[in-house]
């Protein structure tokens, strides 16, 4: 007897070969059988009639080992048929944190940022010497989903120096070492963000010299670019060629065009990528589907502006002369960082998470700005001074045009470049992006069935062998025996997310069960309760 098997479903294996219909048996979270038919039973039988089977999806931008500390049982991941998840993304993850660093309330600040407040015992619980030993620490409270470690290029760099602009030769050689430490522990590769202090504050050259470490060990580097905005082709220029001395496999995240000005250019985007590719550059993209993005308020403020931190920041906004020149900047950009709001219709800017909440999230800032009978800018000072900097927001400023054109290149993988969360519970008064529940779904409802941008075998490609592949994952992403019984079992008549910009806490339907290394984890679109995901090291 089998421990679970799924009956007549039509089964899509991910390798974009035609579906055709089978019965599934798994046995100690492994694929036995496929077959049609198969006379043995299951201690657990479920029935697939008139249902895709699919491999788990893979979600391979993820931010989801930042709220797992607060909420480890969110389930708006693995409600998305979500089974492995690609974590510490854009330059963060929450180790290494060495205990003898001196610059530990620097990376708790950033984390703080990034996700959610600490408080003073959370803080002291902070002391993971590495990713891998934090994730751990996730996977043994319990996680639905599996968790690919990333170590993040910022946290690196504020454990080694804090957030100093200036790097010397020692500490380029510090990093390195880091580093290389957190790849012979099995992370997959490294992290940038190289739009958010302090990434931002890498050169060229220094990204070359910590890649070739990358390189050396087989890791994978992504990269949230310098910009995505107005200098977006500079950015892509960069990026590739620190890819091309080094070597080092290259993931361009959540591939993007924002800002009205560079609307229309996604075929010239593409054509440039190709090109790399087609002269050996090892670069591949994701991109979640949706035309507005999600990130820390702080980042509408330039760079130059918070090189002392952001304490001394919110402080010198005190003084006249510093505030105006603060808003101008914001406004209109500096000698060299071009604005973020110029482009983009930022009084739709959405408030999705603030300290002290207030009644602040889930309004905009030209709403607030009505109602309180001040210039739109002046919130935005005002939002970062009475939250500490701990204010996020979601931004409108991609062209739907634009996203289905990078959704059909056939290198574009889906992610959703968000947290597993939870409606209930911890980040309950929070406003996210509506990635968060809904990313998977929507291209399979909308993108799919609806617009007819993709077909269904060419998108679960994208969630599944595709990052698979691009990961060096062996035993997942496909339907195949011997292949981990990773599983997605969905309705393509009704599967949609129902996650809206006003609404974002709402889960998908058309999900009917999810199984994680064999374990059903929804089950009719249910959460079981368990808790099956594990620590996948490189």
Known sequence: MFSIMIRNGTIIDGTGKPPFVADIAISNGIISLIAQAVDSTGQNEIDASGLVVAPGFIDIHSHSDLSLFFAPHAESKIRQGITTEVVGNCGTSPAPLPTQSQYRSDLIHQLEIDSFPLSSSEQARWDWPSQIDYIQYLINRGVSSNLIPLVGGATLRIAAVGTRMKLGSDDIALIKSMLAEELSRDVWGMSSGLFYVPDNYYTKDELISICEVLADNGGLWTVHMR?????LFSAIDEVLGVAQQTGVSLEISHLKLEGKSNWGRSDELLGILHEARDNGINVSWDQYPYTAYGTSLISVIPPSFRQQGIDHFLEDLDYDGFRKSVK???LHGTKDWPSQLADIEWGKIIISQAQNNEGLTGRTIEGLAQERGEDPAEVILDLLTTQAGMVSMVAPAMSEDDVEVIMKDPVTMICSDGMAVSPQGYYARTHPHPRYYGAFPRVLGHYVREKGILDLNEAIRKMTSLPARRLGLKNRGIIAEGQAADIVIFNTQT?????????????????????VNGDPVIEKGEHTGKYPGRLLKR
Request: hydrophobic residues 35%; proline residues 7%.
């Open 227 to 231: 910009d995505e905005g107005r200098q």
């Open 328 to 330: 101008d900047g914001m």
């Open 495 to 515: 599967v949609i997310d129902r996650a809206t910009f006003q609404q974002p806490a709402r889960f998908p339907q058309g999900i009917e069960y999810v199984l």
